[in-house]
């Protein structure tokens, strides 16, 4: 009688099967005119888009702020944050994504929300395209930045000149928000007492708005 063959390995362990890739988890726009549509996002572990729930909770503190703004959002990602701000009423959004594939996407999203028209994709480094002195116009912004976490600690005095300076050439009334996490020290930014700082575990957002 013939031994039915087994597939072992490792001292006589069955080999386990191989784990299926984990599935990108879905993005969607909250709020809006736009709410419940998807937002491309491959799962990418360079890009960490910010939770829903703080999302959502940025957004509701904004309140109607976004309204009539241009919506820059920094270290873009997947352009959740822009293009929650366009679907909220912001005039246009920039997004400043440096990957191309993820730049990319942003552009594809927003082409299939009909909103292509109110987007610019800049393909560069956030940093560098600060010290090309971008042109920011007079318009009131909604500047979101939401970089890695680990850049307040590895590039800690780049975040503040980037945060600073284009706290200093906003136009009055612009907005800002800034992510990070309990590696930040909030108060080390430009007129600290003024920045409404709420935590989200593992999330720490902080709400700027320039004054007229």
């Not at 879905?26 to 491959?42: A, L, M, P, T």
């Not at 920039?94 to 990957?99: D, L, M, N, R, V």
Request: proline content about 6%; glycine content about 8%.
């Amino acid at each position: 009688m013939t031994a039915k063959k087994r597939d072992i390995s490792n001292h006589g362990r069955r080999r386990k099967p191989p784990l299926k890739p984990a599935q990108p988890v879905g993005v969607r726009i909250i709020g809006g005119r736009f709410r419940g549509r998807k937002i491309e996002y491959s799962g990418d572990l360079r890009t960490r888009p910010m939770k829903d729930r703080v999302r959502e909770a940025v957004f509701n503190l904004v309140g109607v702020g976004a309204r009539g703004k241009h919506a820059i959002d920094l270290f873009a990602g997947t352009g959740a944050l822009g293009l929650e701000a366009l679907s909220r009423g912001a005039a246009r959004a920039t997004f400043i994504e440096q990957h191309l594939p993820t730049a990319k996407a942003i552009s594809r999203t927003a082409a299939t929300l009909g909103a292509a028209a109110e987007t610019e994709v800049v393909i560069a480094n956030t940093f560098f395209w600060f010290g090309c002195h971008p042109e920011l116009g007079t318009v009131a912004l909604l500047v979101f930045v939401s970089p890695p976490y680990d850049f307040y600690v590895d590039r800690s005095e780049e975040m503040l000149k980037l945060i600073g300076g284009l706290m200093a050439a906003a136009p009055a009334e612009s907005l800002f928000v800034v992510e990070a996490d309990d590696r930040f020290d909030f108060q080390r930014l430009p007129d600290a007492q003024a920045w409404d700082v709420r935590s989200y575990p593992p999330a720490v957002v902080g709400i700027y708005e320039k004054a007229t």
